[in-house]
């Protein structure tokens, strides 16, 4: 288990965080935010971006799984940990670590929205391109990369490498 190369640096990624913490806190002046992060892959981009919020905000999590230690995504998600509060007529961002099929995201989407919040919105610092997807509108975007494995900042393979602090591509052999 050894890391390829360096993706994204320390200095990119904390540059990047500033940029979209500065722009969501534009976006929600005056109104009452509530972030929720996807555990557990969106700890340390959470606790980052938090730093750069100047808005009121409030932070909640869920816990979801849809992989089993594998570096594939199964289709099925589960709910590990709900959220703690209510989120009717609340403006909801859900922060991720990495969109890759989307369909975490395209299930926790439908999920939240049932319990009628004023507004939902998603922030991801990475997205992979060259992956079939059903539509997502990421309003926050971090980075575009190609469709490989990657480890550090949050991401793991088998549970291991999430304490990387930059990104960096994984050789899976
Ligand atoms: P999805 O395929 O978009 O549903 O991705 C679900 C989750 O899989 C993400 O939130 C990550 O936790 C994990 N994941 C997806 N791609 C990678 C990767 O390249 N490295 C590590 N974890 C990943
Ligand atoms: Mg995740």
Redesign the pocket.
């Known amino acids: 288990m050894k890391i390829d190369r360096v993706l994204i640096s320390e200095d990119e990624i904390a540059a990047k965080l500033a940029e979209m913490g500065g722009a969501i806190s534009a976006d929600y002046a005056g109104r009452d935010l509530l972030m929720v992060g996807?555990l557990?892959?969106?700890f340390i981009v959470m606790a980052d971006l938090a730093r750069h919020i100047t808005v009121p905000v409030e932070f909640d999590f869920m816990a979801v799984s849809?992989?089993g230690g594998a570096?594939k995504?199964s289709g099925v998600?589960r709910i590990l940990k709900d959220l703690d509060q209510q989120i009717t007529d609340r403006h909801v961002l859900i922060v991720?670590?990495?969109?890759?099929?989307?369909?975490?995201?395209h299930y926790l989407i439908r999920n939240l929205r049932v319990r009628q919040p004023a507004s939902i919105e998603l922030a991801a610092l990475l997205i992979?391109d060259g992956i079939d997807?059903p539509p997502l509108d990421i309003k926050y975007e971090g980075f575009h990369i190609p469709p490989?494995?990657?480890?550090g900042y949050g991401?793991?393979?088998d549970e291991k490498l999430r304490n990387i602090p930059y990104i960096g591509v994984m050789d899976v052999e």
């Open positions: 996807v557990k892959g969106a849809s992989y570096t995504t998600v991720e670590d990495i969109i890759d099929s989307g369909l975490t995201l992979k997807r490989e494995f990657v480890v991401l793991d393979f």
